[in-house]
């Protein structure tokens, strides 16, 4: 599946589903994701690579929005929190 559909998959069930905060803080984050990633498959991306996002995106969020997004993350099975 493609980011660019993947998030807009994600987007329409929080439309349906959430708050309107959490559309709103989700589609900030996932527009810059589907920019950052354009049009690639969801499967090539690494975890490396959204830690890497994360990192850079998260430049002037305070530290509780930063462990916020890095929990999710790796709540969803997007990083790889395995040391072995």
Do not use: P, W
């Amino acid at each position: 599946m493609k980011v660019s559909k993947a998030v807009n998959l994600f987007l329409d069930y929080h439309k349906m589903n959430s708050q309107k905060n959490t559309v709103r803080a989700y589609g900030s984050l996932l527009a810059r994701f589907r920019d950052h990633f354009t049009d690639r498959d969801l499967a090539s991306i690494t975890s490396e690579e959204i830690l890497s996002f994360l990192t850079s995106f998260n430049d002037t969020c305070t530290q509780l929005t930063k462990h916020t997004r890095y929990a999710y993350c790796t709540a969803s099975g997007f990083l790889d929190t395995s040391f072995a």
